[in-house]
């Protein structure tokens, strides 16, 4: 059977000596992988293809030439894919092997050099250690830096975690303290930019230039004023032993590339001769960087398995163009194998998946043939409105959960976190057990709580009913109005003013708040003006119809509460906040401010209760409802499938406006509706909010519309 070199034409034939893995279940083209010659191999293995089997028969094969005597390094991205492989390694086919094979993730590989080579290293896994760390450790530094000194006297919450951030990105990005000058700084922008990452560092600069850190956005202008500072950082946290979790491959990395330029490499029992890299799709610079340093050193070959129509992670710095062109990442030839049996997906799943993605330029053509010869039930709902939608997958939900089929699980898989909130609030209110992944839990935000407070102020505004909160609540919503809160002194100031009105409603601390002269917003404030804006936005609030309306006027007329990339570094909330859906669901509460409330309540209460995904023994993961955003899919499948708001400018995101975003959205549907193994639901409504839909162009390219 034929397989091809990257960029080198065909390959040479497959060894003619016998081979000891007869007793495995091998298809061809597995075979063709595990039998392949020595070398460096690129594995493509889509989705239910068998990829973790024959990973570990190529080791077993590679151990029968070497007469029991190799050695493999397989690197994971996931504890969860490590254990899976340890597991696998103890089944009697692989006994004799377990011991020779290295299965670890790349940050715990990363750790044990860091220990090996640094005296007591500390690693700053927490938020509040790596605030410390910029606070303290990095206070000498960021002092010689007169911009970034003052942004952190203004804002130090919010800049100490910024910096942190900055630190790190740099490094997954593939930027190089130890290197001269602006010339490699300058390099990583241009690969940065072949990859089609330059968006990710453009975002940091806009970010920095937000904060008041950087006098413009240009490249040019980043890289004078923050690589320094970035490497003054990087030297101070290694003299210091202080090490963040990207610090497990960055500075393992550098103390790897020390050892080659030493001439120490390792020899005997302690050499790898093959290293292998499961989800190699997954990987960004730092990972290619300490990858290709680790198969330098023990001077092995290198096998990178993975799925080029799977590359979903280019939001933290992965990209296609790894699996994609190896050859010009490792400088060397890469024969390539393709696992064509799909053994996991229903029929008709892998066709429309297959008709959908070879729309995309990006990747390698590939032939993937269904095995299972079912089909899976495909439906797809078409609601005049969101709400219809919201119920018909309620109706599934209920239907899925009365069924009681042991070990059965229903994923609802959304593109963007909001569209998922109606669902966890109509679920906690019917008590209907279901578990939602760690990034959902916009309800246990602090904004999320403080738009909670709003409509309960708005509520007792209605009703008449004089809080004993009623300043604070007033304050609040003054905090509110504009994108961040009062200052000190002039919350102080404006407290004072309405104290002294005594005012005994919500309507006169308002009028109290029109008549305040004093300075709010670093506004001098002598006409009033901006007391009154203050004021007429809280009115609206008030003046809404109804639940509904409090939601929309709370989305359209107060900045604090908006979509702020910036600020989604502090708060999950304002990422993507939840207006538009959560009005949409409010409008069955009618003006029932209260029951609406306590509905929030009860699901912001099972959310506290949820384990993180990391924490996936937990009984809690076995609950037959699945709530999650695509991204968090990927690696999962479930018996049935709910896709929600398959529409234009959600599906593929209305951003996505270049045809490497589009392709990467594409990628991502792909993914989402090739999690199902018996059921498929796509939902699609004609209306959400006041905006009219039409079907996502993915359903017809997939050939579901």
């Given at each position: 059977m034929a397989h091809e070199i990257d960029g080198h034409g065909p390959g040479p034939a497959l060894m003619p000596e016998a081979s000891d893995v007869g007793r495995a279940q091998l298809d061809p083209f597995q075979r063709a992988f595990v039998e392949a010659p020595a070398g460096s191999l690129r594995l493509l293995a889509p989705a239910g293809s068998g990829k973790t089997q024959s990973l570990l028969w190529r080791c077993a094969e590679l151990s029968r030439r070497a007469d029991g005597k190799g050695r493999f390094l397989v690197v994971t991205f996931t504890r969860a894919a490590r254990d899976e492989l340890r597991a696998r390694l103890k089944a009697d086919d692989f006994g004799a092997l377990a011991s020779s094979v290295d299965v670890v993730t790349l940050?715990?590989?990363?750790?044990?050099?860091?220990?090996?080579?640094?005296?007591?290293?500390?690693?700053?896994?927490?938020?509040?250690?790596?605030?410390?760390?910029?606070?303290?450790?990095?206070?000498?530094?960021?002092?010689?830096?007169?911009?970034?000194?003052?942004?952190?006297?203004?804002?130090?919450?919010?800049?100490?975690?910024?910096?942190?951030?900055?630190?790190?990105?740099?490094?997954?990005?593939?930027?190089?303290?130890?290197?001269?000058?602006?010339?490699?700084?300058?390099?990583?922008?241009?690969?940065?930019?072949?990859?089609?990452?330059?968006?990710?560092?453009?975002?940091?600069?806009?970010?920095?230039?937000?904060?008041?850190?950087?006098?413009?956005?240009?490249?040019?202008?980043?890289?004078e004023a923050v690589i320094p500072f970035w490497k003054e950082c990087c030297r101070t946290m290694l003299d210091q032993a202080m090490f963040t979790m990207e610090d497990q491959k960055y500075v393992a990395f550098l103390d790897v590339r020390r050892q080659i330029a030493e001439g120490r490499r390792p020899t005997g029992g302690s050499r790898y001769g093959q290293v292998l890299v499961d989800e190699f799709q997954d990987i960004n610079p730092l990972d290619l960087a300490l990858t290709r340093a680790i198969v330098e050193l023990h001077v092995a070959d290198v096998t990178l398995v993975g799925d080029d129509d799977q590359a979903i992670f280019e939001w933290r710095g992965a990209s296609p163009h790894y699996i994609l062109k190896p050859h010009e990442h490792f400088e060397r030839a890469f024969a390539t194998y393709v696992l064509e049996r799909n053994y996991r997906c229903p029929r008709n799943i892998v066709a429309a998946s297959q008709r959908l993605i070879v729309n995309n330029t990006r990747r390698e053509p590939k032939r993937v043939v269904a095995m299972q010869t079912v089909d899976a039930e495909i439906d797809v709902f078409n609601a005049p409105t969101f709400t219809g939608s919201l119920d018909a997958v309620m109706a599934e939900v209920r239907a899925f959960v009365a069924a009681q089929r042991p070990g059965a699980r229903l994923a609802i898989l959304s593109r963007k976190r909001a569209q998922l909130i109606p669902y966890q609030v109509m679920m906690a209110r019917e008590n209907i057990p279901f578990c939602a992944a760690e990034d959902l839990q916009v309800f246990l935000s602090h904004s999320f709580d403080k738009l909670r407070h709003a409509l309960q102020a708005c509520a007792f505004a209605r009703a008449s009913f004089r809080s004993p909160t009623l300043l604070d609540d007033v304050l609040g919503l003054c905090d509110l109005v504009k994108r961040w809160p009062?200052?000190?002194?002039?919350?102080?100031?404006?407290?004072?003013?309405?104290?002294?009105?005594?005012?005994?409603?919500?309507?006169?601390?308002?009028?109290?708040?029109?008549?305040?002269?004093?300075?709010?917003?670093?506004?001098?404030?002598?006409?009033?003006?901006?007391?009154?804006?203050?004021?007429?936005?809280i009115r609206r609030l008030f003046a809404a119809a109804d639940v509904?309306?409090?939601?929309?006027?709370?989305?359209?007329?107060?900045?604090?509460?908006?979509?702020?990339?910036?600020?989604?570094?502090?708060?999950?909330?304002?990422?993507?906040?939840?207006?538009?859906?959560?009005?949409?669901?409010?409008?069955?509460?009618?003006?029932?401010?209260?029951?609406?409330?306590?509905?929030?309540?009860?699901?912001?209460?099972?959310?506290?209760?949820?384990?993180?995904?990391?924490?996936?023994?937990?009984?809690?993961?076995?609950?037959?409802?699945?709530?999650?955003?695509?991204?968090?899919?990927?690696?999962?499948?479930?018996?049935t499938v709910v896709m929600l708001d398959v529409v234009d400018g959600v599906w593929p995101l209305r951003r996505a406006a270049s045809l490497e975003a589009r392709e990467a959205e594409r990628r991502l549907f792909y993914v989402a509706m090739t999690r199902a193994k018996r059921r498929l639901v796509l939902t699609s409504s004609g209306r959400i909010g006041d905006e009219p839909a039409i079907p996502s162009p993915f359903l017809g390219e997939a050939g579901l519309g």
């Open positions: 940050n715990s590989w990363g750790w044990r050099r860091v220990r090996a080579n640094h005296h007591s290293p500390r690693l700053l896994a927490g938020e509040y250690e790596r605030r410390q760390l910029v606070q303290n450790t990095l206070q000498p530094v960021w002092k010689a830096y007169p911009a970034i000194a003052a942004a952190i006297a203004s804002r130090p919450f919010v800049i100490d975690k910024v910096l942190s951030g900055l630190i790190d990105d740099l490094k997954s990005l593939g930027f190089d303290h130890e290197a001269e000058g602006f010339g490699q700084a300058n390099d990583r922008i241009d690969d940065l930019m072949r990859l089609g990452l330059l968006a990710r560092l453009e975002a940091i600069v806009d970010r920095l230039h937000e904060l008041k850190i950087l006098e413009d956005t240009r490249l040019e202008t980043f890289l009062l200052k000190r002194a002039e919350r102080d100031g404006l407290r004072r003013h309405l104290a002294a009105a005594k005012p005994k409603s919500y309507a006169e601390a308002l009028d109290a708040l029109a008549d305040h002269r004093g300075p709010l917003k670093g506004v001098v404030n002598e006409d009033g003006g901006a007391s009154l804006s203050f004021a007429e936005a509904r309306g409090a939601i929309v006027a709370l989305g359209a007329g107060f900045d604090g509460l908006d979509q702020d990339y910036g600020k989604s570094q502090e708060d999950i909330f304002h990422a993507d906040p939840p207006f538009l859906y959560l009005a949409e669901y409010a409008e069955r509460y009618g003006d029932d401010f209260q029951t609406f409330l306590d509905d929030l309540e009860a699901a912001r209460e099972t959310l506290a209760r949820l384990p993180g995904e990391e924490d996936d023994a937990d009984e809690t993961w076995r609950r037959p409802i699945h709530l999650m955003t695509a991204l968090r899919a990927k690696g999962k499948e479930f018996d």
